[in-house]
């Protein structure tokens, strides 16, 4: 047997408990190393983890910033509007000025007319207020409302509030080619009615509508300039009418001859479409700070705008309550004024007009955009022109202007006012559940009321809605109830075309995956 000269064992010995030992060696050797790898592989999980919540908390906060400021990539090179653009847009969503306020003093006479102007700004116009600035701010993004609604009650509501607006904002929009006729018509009797109106209102239309396919900043520095030169010849004829000012004339009150159907609409009509500026929203500079402020100082300014020539108007001519219409202060201008003011105010009603229907064309044309970028109507919708204008949304809504305008003024303004109603009772029941749904969720700008109080606020302005429907006449109600139903119908008609590709739908990148993205930010 041959021996190993090391130690004089057998060699075959030897060799094998040196493999044992090789063997114990290699198996404490697996045993460590398999422990390490299994540490290592548990840290690099715990590390990943890691990386990715903070990846994912970066991209939240990222995207919700880029939101917020209203910054979205693709809209980098278009123009923000600023405070003093958006004051002048929302007073020209609103108001416009005085222009057609005449009807509250026909309606129910000077007294009333006037604390009308006053007290009802309390009971609808700062809720409104208060409502629209924060969700606006909650929800920095175009389609406003339509966004609102969806998020707390469902995109098919969402579609529903967003169609009954937008019809609401047409009809409206095509009083101010009525109204701007109406002021004309004194001085040129031949646009009162037939084919030269109608070519008349074709002009107009396609005039202006030219001017929003050119730019919303465009759109805003248009609107500071009619603001200034429609208020101006009131401020005039306030100081040439203080020699005629008789206070008892304000006093007038007949409660047994009062209209309150064309009372009420008058009212609300002039004072509500507070919350179309929130279809703007994503084309607004830094939104958080910027809406808030612009509609607190519009509302001064549109409050402002319609109390002092009612008072100066009321105070200073003997009052026959019949020649109240509208239209009617041009001929107070030249009572007070001689026939150059009454020149002067059809030429500021004029400019309203304009003023007022490219700022609501913007909020209706945006909405349209706004909807096709969250994938509620066809991507054509969402296109925009060089300008950064929705093209299709402006087409579409000056075709509405049109096919409408051959209403009288009571009558659209009626019919908008209904439509307009249902719109504002899904506003108000998204921005309780919203308050009950994401106590938390991040408002830059918050009603400071708890959830009560927001219940509490939606309480006047809802009563107000429901006098509205009431005293809606029959032909008003039946109409308004044909156009919600053809919402109804209209949105199952959309998502039956998207699967059957016959237009293309399609979510913008630059949004967040959901409607409650903004909520789920910080409330899981």
């Not at 389609?143 to 469902?154: E, H």
Request: charged share 15%; aromatic share 14%.
């Amino acid at each position: 047997m041959t021996r190993n000269p090391g130690n004089g064992l057998p060699i075959e010995k030897d060799h094998l408990r040196l493999t044992e030992s090789w063997m114990e060696m290699s198996t404490d050797w697996q045993v460590w190393m398999w422990n390490l790898t299994q540490d290592a592989s548990i840290k690099q999980r715990v590390l990943a983890t890691k990386l990715t919540s903070i990846q994912m908390e970066e991209a939240n906060n990222a995207e919700y910033a880029r939101l917020e400021d209203g910054v979205a990539s693709k809209l980098e090179t278009f123009g923000k509007v600023s405070i003093t653009p958006l004051v002048f847009l929302i007073f020209y969503e609103v108001s416009g000025g005085p222009f057609g306020v005449e009807d509250s003093v026909q309606a129910a006479g000077p007294l009333l007319a006037l604390l009308g102007f006053l007290l009802f700004p309390f009971i609808w116009s700062i809720p409104e207020v208060l409502i629209t600035a924060e969700l606006g701010t909650m929800f920095p993004e175009n389609g406003g409302y339509v966004i609102w609604v969806s998020s707390a009650l469902g995109p098919y509501w969402g579609f529903q509030q967003g169609w009954m607006k937008w019809l609401s904002g047409v009809i409206d929009n095509a009083l101010y080619p009525v109204l701007f006729l109406d002021y004309l018509k004194s001085a040129m009797p031949i646009l009162a009615n037939g084919f030269p109106r109608m070519i008349a209102v074709l002009v107009l239309t396609v005039a202006l509508t030219y001017m929003n396919y050119r730019g919303l900043t465009i759109v805003g520095s248009v609107a500071i300039f009619l603001g200034v030169v429609s208020l101006l010849p009131f401020l005039f004829m306030g100081i040439v009418a203080i020699p005629r000012l008789k206070p008892s004339r304000w006093f007038v009150l007949d409660f047994n001859n009062v209209d309150w159907a064309l009372y009420l609409n008058t009212l609300f009509w002039n004072l509500n479409y507070w919350d179309s500026i929130s279809t703007l929203t994503g084309e607004v500079e830094n939104p958080g700070k910027t809406l808030p402020k612009a509609l607190f100082y519009a509302l001064i300014l549109v409050v402002f705008g319609y109390f002092f020539p009612l008072l100066i108007s009321t105070g200073a001519i003997p009052l026959d309550r019949e020649l109240w219409s509208d239209g009617y202060f041009s001929d107070i201008a030249k009572i007070l004024g001689g026939v150059w003011l009454r020149f002067w105010v059809q030429g500021a009603s004029a400019l309203s007009n304009m003023g007022m229907f490219v700022a609501e064309m913007s909020s209706d044309s945006f909405q349209l955009l706004g909807m096709a970028e969250r994938g509620m109507l066809p991507e054509c919708f969402s296109k925009r022109s060089r300008f950064g204008t929705p093209i299709v949304g402006i087409l579409f809504s000056a075709s509405g202007v049109m096919l409408l305008s051959w209403l009288s003024f009571q009558e659209i303004v009626a019919a908008e006012n209904f439509l307009y109603c249902f719109g504002m009772l899904m506003e108000f029941i998204a921005f309780v559940k919203l308050r009950m749904k994401y106590p938390d969720a991040t408002r830059p700008y918050k009603v400071p009321v708890g959830t009560l109080g927001a219940v509490l606020l939606c309480i006047p302005p809802t009563s107000l809605i429901l006098a509205v429907l009431c005293l809606a006449s029959f032909k008003v109600m039946t109409l308004s109830l044909i156009a919600f139903a053809v919402g109804l119908v209209l949105q199952p008609c959309l998502k039956y075309s998207e699967r059957k590709q016959w237009f293309r739908f399609s979510i913008s990148s630059d949004l967040p995956d959901c409607y409650s993205s903004y909520c789920r930010i910080i409330h899981p």
